[in-house]
Each structure stands twice: as structure tokens, then as C-alpha cells.
């Protein structure tokens, strides 16, 4: 293997698609990360949920907006809005949800997260 290795989310190893989601995966350096476009009018509960189950993400998210507004409401009472060039951290037990009528754009880092976001449980 290299020592460098680039990848393109516009070539994805995988892309999932539950509604108003598309979730690109690639694979290098035996990590992964995704880009995740959200529509407006998307949220966790309504879009991935019904996919995934459960009563709340349980994923650990590591990640950067680039574009749009996303509303976390932590099950810990927490709400935060994430925006644009800020990065972040969700820990499990969250919903969320698109905020605004822009299409949030947002790129995950941490290889569980971007593995196992919207697949099918």
C-alpha cells in the first residue's frame, strides 16, 4: 500500500439512499468516511429510523458541516445547531434534523459511523 492514498466521494465504495439521505462510504487505509447529504425536511425519526430502528441514533458521529444547518436534540437534554465549516461530536442517543430549506452536506470521520449510518439493522 502507498503511503498516500485519495479517494472521491463521487466514486463511492457504497451509497445508501433511505428518504431525503444519501450516504456516499469510501474505504482506504483500512478506515472509512462518508459524506451524508440531507434534504430539507429530513430527520433522523422520520428518514433513517424506519430503516435502522430503534428509538434513537446510536451511533458516535465525528464530523464537519460544510453546508446547511443541522439541529441535534440529545436524549441528555442537549440541543445544539451545527452549521456550516463547524466540526463535531454526537455521542449515541440523538435525533436530528435539517434545519432551514438548505441541504445540509456534512462529512464523517469516525469509521463505525460512517460504516453503519442508514444500513439496514
Not at 502507498?2 to 439521505?21: C, I, L, N
Not at 464530523?63 to 451545527?82: K, N, S, V, Y
Not at 436530528?96 to 456534512?106: F, H, K, P, Q
Request: with cysteine; glycine share 12%; net charge negative.
Amino acid at each position: 500500500m502507498a503511503g498516500v492514498e485519495k479517494r472521491s466521494f463521487d466514486s463511492p465504495d457504497e451509497s445508501r439512499t433511505p428518504d431525503k439521505t444519501r450516504a456516499d462510504v469510501v474505504h482506504m487505509g483500512g478506515a472509512a468516511a462518508a459524506r451524508l447529504t440531507l434534504q430539507p425536511g429530513w430527520s433522523w425519526a422520520e428518514c433513517v429510523q424506519p430503516v435502522v430502528g430503534g428509538d434513537s441514533c446510536q451511533l458516535h458521529h465525528l464530523g464537519i458541516l460544510q453546508a446547511g444547518t443541522m439541529r441535534i436534540i440529545h436524549e441528555d437534554g442537549t440541543t445544539l445547531d451545527i452549521g456550516p465549516g463547524e466540526p463535531y461530536v454526537i455521542k449515541p442517543g440523538h435525533n436530528a434534523e435539517v434545519v432551514g430549506d438548505e441541504a445540509v452536506v456534512g462529512f464523517e470521520f469516525q469509521a463505525e459511523a460512517a460504516e453503519q449510518y442508514a444500513r439496514p439493522g
